[in-house]
């Protein structure tokens, strides 16, 4: 399922760079100005069944509603709409509600006032490209209340140490970059981080090569239709 309550985005780090949503090629596929959606109240809309003379949510309970997933849920241009969006999420307590961010940093602005150690049906994902936001971003979003933590490595622009942030995370996704103009992944960088999890105990998952994969010491293009099948076929995730 999925929940786009506002839409529209910008660049906010490297890993925006060439995004194909809102980097270069917006004109075609997205926009950089934010805005509400008329799905925003979607999660609570009710549809009647007169034969069951019943009245049920149109989303169906049990589900994990992927939220966001063309924006952030923390750009700044949403802050007042954020207020009534989590309460629609408090609503839902049958939805478990996901989303990814850039903006970590910005958690704690339009938080609701209930939220004390964080609501069990939210996941947050925090996204980092490198070292440097890594250890820019992992500290704040550590030490946040929140119940359900995970990380998305991707685009991987460089290697990573994630030993210091892996308390608490229940999940590590790695991908390379994709687009015409993606930045290379090195296989290597995958298989440490793998290392690190497995050393851990985190689940890790190599979700996708991205277009430009090193791996021994060759470059391959890789098409966007078999980015995550090859990554899967390498077999190296930890479940």
Not at 8 to 22: E, F, I, Q, R
Not at 44 to 58: A, G, S, V, W
Not at 212 to 219: E, G, S, W, Y
């Amino acid at each position: 399922m999925v929940w786009e309550p506002w839409t529209g985005c910008y660049k906010v780090s490297d890993g925006c760079t060439n995004c194909y949503y809102y980097g270069p090629y917006s004109k075609r596929c997205g926009q950089n100005e934010i805005v509400k959606t008329d799905d925003f109240y979607k999660p609570i809309e009710t549809i009647y069944m007169p034969r069951k003379k019943i009245t049920k949510y149109k989303m169906e309970s049990g589900k994990t509603v992927n939220t966001c997933f063309t924006t952030d849920f923390f750009i700044s241009e949403a802050d007042e709409w954020r207020i009534e969006a989590w309460n629609i999420i408090k609503q839902r307590p049958d939805l478990h509600f996901f989303f990814i961010t850039k903006r970590i940093d910005r958690f704690p602005i339009s938080l609701p006032n209930d939220w004390g150690d964080g609501y069990d049906n939210v996941t947050i994902g925090c996204t980092v490209e490198h070292q440097e936001i890594a250890d820019y971003r992992l500290p704040l979003f550590l030490s946040y209340p929140i119940k359900h933590r995970i990380l998305a490595c991707g685009p991987l622009l460089g290697d990573i140490n994630l030993t210091p942030y892996l308390h608490g995370i229940e999940y590590v996704s790695t991908g390379g970059e994709s687009g015409r103009d993606a930045r290379e992944c090195d296989f290597n960088w995958i298989l440490n981080i793998r290392e690190q999890c497995k050393n851990a105990g985190v689940p890790f998952e190599f979700r996708s090569t991205g277009s430009l994969l090193r791996k021994d010491d060759v470059i391959t293009k890789i098409n966007p239709k078999m980015q995550h099948r090859i990554a899967s076929d390498l077999n190296i995730n930890i479940i």
